[in-house]
Structures are given as structure tokens and as C-alpha cells.
């Protein structure tokens, strides 16, 4: 996309990203895409803040020189140092320039460590300015949002926050940057949950804390470095991600995320009976197979929900393994304090309920019923099935 001015002499230099797989080798993105936002202030002394992935610096280095000739940028902000961020500076560290990076002491180990970097770089206080010349920026140091080094830079003129992952989600653009001009925000909000579970929601508490620190800050404009740009409601994106970074300490919403996986049909059967219980209670109910669905896209209903019901058969005499990778996946995620039942089959061994506990019980998840069963549903199984539903729902609502 052409640059876009977000404000006189500010702007938008970022691109879309339709073709990479996987956000950080991990989480998938190949259908939703995502934005690697950058920008620039045009000024006597002009400044591009953050880069992008190093697939990108032929089109990023072509956006910089739209706007202003490469060799007469002057600073160059690194808020994070995460590569989506650096990796075109390879190739901007090749052109000889007067260029100064401002970033923070430990990304500068971070630069020398990345990428051999360690001269011009200037390190900058947290509420340090730099004039520009009718602008200027300021540093706010915002720690662990999501890596140790991060900070956001805030331009008091245009009153622009350029706040990095802070605020942040997947999704590219589909054809305007800003919050009023897209015509699906719900997809970018659910996009901003995914990302903020998958990337930020280990770190709530410091993404809360900069959510405090930043609170006095006059900003008219949000600048993510992924996703939309809030000029409209910049409230809105702070808004969720403050009761998102709530969330870290449990509970939730009185709805119920149903995990399961089931190897010939009979925990899947039982797992329709407990959704129709859960359901006739009047709970809502997210069901996932955890064979088929990555987990990045069960993360966000098991962050937002307050019930966990888990279906999974026993297998070698443990968890059955996918259902298991999700568990795993939720307690690096450090998704506590949730409401959990577990039902599945066994054949030879059982195995599957005691692991469960075994690996919910670090995570504070209150395990309040089991319905476990040999070989396959019959009709009296399936109807208690509802019933263990119905009383998790209730659980799940007290
Ligand atoms: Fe968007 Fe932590 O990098």
C-alpha cells in the first residue's frame, strides 16, 4: 500500500504481510495476514520509527524514499527489537548515512547481539525528548510489553502514541489503516484478541502498568505497530486490551470453552450431549477439536471464558496427546483460575483424568466433575452426559 499522512508531516510507511505462514514460526496468520506498521516524521531533523520483517526491505526502503530521500533520515526509533521490527535494518545499516538509533540500553545489547550493531546508537532515558524541529519525540520506557527492552514513542504535536506491540493485532489491511474506515472492525478486534493471547497476555501485568504510566499522556492517535490505527475511538483498542490484561488473574465470562479430541467417534458423541446440556442451561459454549484447530485460535475463548470443559479419551495410558498440547500450551500462556470438568473414554487403561489434574492443578483450575467411561456411549451414558453438562453450566454460572 502507498504511504498514508495520519497527520500533517506523520506518516504511515508500513506494508501488509500476505504471505507469511506463521507469525513468529508459530501462530498461523495465512488467512488473516498481518500489518508491519512503521513510520515517519518529515521535519527538519526526520525520523523513521520501527521496521519491518527483513522479507520486506526492498518495499520498506521504497516507502522511506516516497516521502524523504533515505540519506537525509536522521534517527531511526527501535521501540522493540523483536525482528518483524529490525530485520530490514541489515539492510539499512549497509547505506552509509548520518543516521542515529534511539532505542533503549538493553536493545542496544539486543542490536549488537542481532545484528553486529554498535555504533550510532544513542540510548534514550524513559521521558527523554528529541527535537525534530516542529516536532518532537518523546520515550516512555514500557518494559516486558512483551519483551524487556520495549518502549513507546509519543509525538506531542500530531499527539500520536507509536506504541509498538502495545495495542496491537493480526489482520492486514484491506485497503485503509485507520479504525473509522475499515468495514469489518469486529474481525480486527478478534484479531487483536488472538494476537494479544498469543503474543502479550503472558505479560499482563506489565502491559497493565504501561496502560497507567501512559494514562496522562495526551494522545489523539493509537500507532500500533500491527493493525489498525485508532484515530476514531483510541480508547477503544486501550480499552479492551486493559480487561484482556485483567483477565490474567482467571475467571472470566460465564461461558464454558469445550476442548476435545476423540479417536473413533465415542468422546465425540458424549462431547454433543454435554454441549447440549451446557446449552440448555443457557451458557454459552465455544467447542474446539483440538486435533484440528490450532491452538492459537483456542487460547483466546480459554483467556476470555471462565468455564473449561475438556473432553479426551485415554491414550497409552495418559491425556489423549492433542488435547494435552493445548493444556501445555495454556499453562506457558499462564491461563489460571478457571472452572474445569473432564469427561472421555478408556479401553484398556485409564490414565487421561488423572494427568488432567495432574497438570490443571499448577494452574489454579478448580476440576469439579469427571464422567469417564469404558469403550463407547450407551443411551443411559449419553443422557447423563446432559446432566454433567447442565451441572458444569451451573457451576460455571455460580
Ligand atoms: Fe511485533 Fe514483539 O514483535
Not at 522479507?55 to 518483524?84: C, G, R, S, W
Not at 494514562?215 to 505497530?225: D, K, L, M, Q, R
Request: aromatic share 10%; hydrophobic share 45%; net charge negative.
Amino acid at each position: 500500500m502507498p504511504a498514508v499522512e495520519i497527520r500533517p508531516d506523520v506518516f504511515w510507511i508500513g506494508m501488509n504481510d500476505r504471505t507469511t505462514d506463521l507469525f513468529e514460526g508459530i501462530w498461523p496468520i495465512a488467512n488473516e495476514g498481518v500489518t508491519y506498521n512503521t513510520f515517519l516524521v518529515r521535519d527538519e531533523h526526520s525520523a523513521i520509527i520501527d521496521l519491518a520483517k527483513a522479507i520486506k526491505t526492498d518495499q520498506f526502503l521504497e516507502q522511506v524514499d516516497e516521502i524523504v530521500p533515505l540519506a537525509e533520515i536522521d534517527y531511526l526509533v527501535i521501540n522493540h527489537m523483536e525482528p518483524d521490527h529490525t530485520g530490514a535494518i541489515r539492510m539499512l545499516s549497509r547505506i552509509p548515512r548520518r543516521l542515529t538509533i534511539l532505542t533503549t540500553e538493553k536493545a542496544k545489547v539486543m542490536l549488537a547481539a542481532y545484528y553486529g550493531i554498535t555504533e550510532n546508537v544513542r540510548v534514550v532515558a524513559d521521558g527523554e525528548t528529541v527535537e525534530l524541529g516542529r516536532h518532537r519525540l518523546t520515550f516512555h520506557h514500557i518494559p516486558f510489553v512483551h519483551w524487556p527492552e520495549t518502549m513507546a514513542t509519543w509525538e506531542p504535536v500530531s499527539k500520536v502514541l507509536f506504541s509498538c506491540d502495545a495495542f496491537g493485532g493480526y489482520g492486514a489491511f484491506n485497503g485503509s489503516v485507520f479504525d473509522d474506515e475499515c468495514r469489518d472492525p469486529a474481525f480486527y478486534e478478534r484479531e487483536s484478541l488472538r494476537y494479544f493471547v498469543n503474543i502479550v497476555a503472558k505479560f499482563s501485568a506489565p502491559t497493565l502498568r504501561a496502560i497507567e504510566k501512559l494514562a496522562g499522556v495526551p494522545i489523539e492517535i493509537i500507532a500500533p505497530s500491527h493493525g489498525l490505527i485508532w484515530r476514531k475511538n483510541p480508547g477503544r483498542i486501550v480499552e479492551l486490551y486493559r480487561q484482556w490484561s485483567e483477565l490474567a488473574k482467571g475467571g472470566g465470562a460465564a461461558a464454558v470453552t469445550l476442548v476435545y479430541g476423540s479417536m473413533y467417534g465415542n468422546t465425540e458423541r458424549v462431547m454433543n450431549a454435554v454441549a447440549q446440556g451446557i446449552t440448555r442451561s443457557g451458557v454459552p459454549v465455544e467447542i474446539f477439536d483440538a486435533a484440528r484447530t490450532h491452538v492459537s485460535y483456542i487460547l483466546p475463548a480459554l483467556w476470555r471464558n471462565r468455564g473449561v470443559m475438556v473432553g479426551a479419551p485415554t491414550y497409552e495410558a495418559t491425556l489423549f496427546p492433542p488435547v494435552a498440547q493445548v493444556i501445555d500450551m495454556a499453562a506457558l500462556k499462564r491461563i489460571v483460575g478457571k472452572r474445569t470438568a473432564i469427561f472421555g473414554s478408556y479401553g484398556w487403561s485409564r490414565g487421561a483424568v488423572e494427568t488432567f489434574k495432574r497438570m490443571v492443578e499448577p494452574l489454579k483450575w478448580d476440576v469439579t466433575d469427571v464422567l469417564e467411561f469404558n469403550g463407547g456411549p450407551t443411551k443411559d451414558l449419553l443422557a447423563r452426559a446432559g446432566e454433567f453438562g447442565e451441572r458444569f453450566a451451573a457451576a460455571v454460572k455460580a
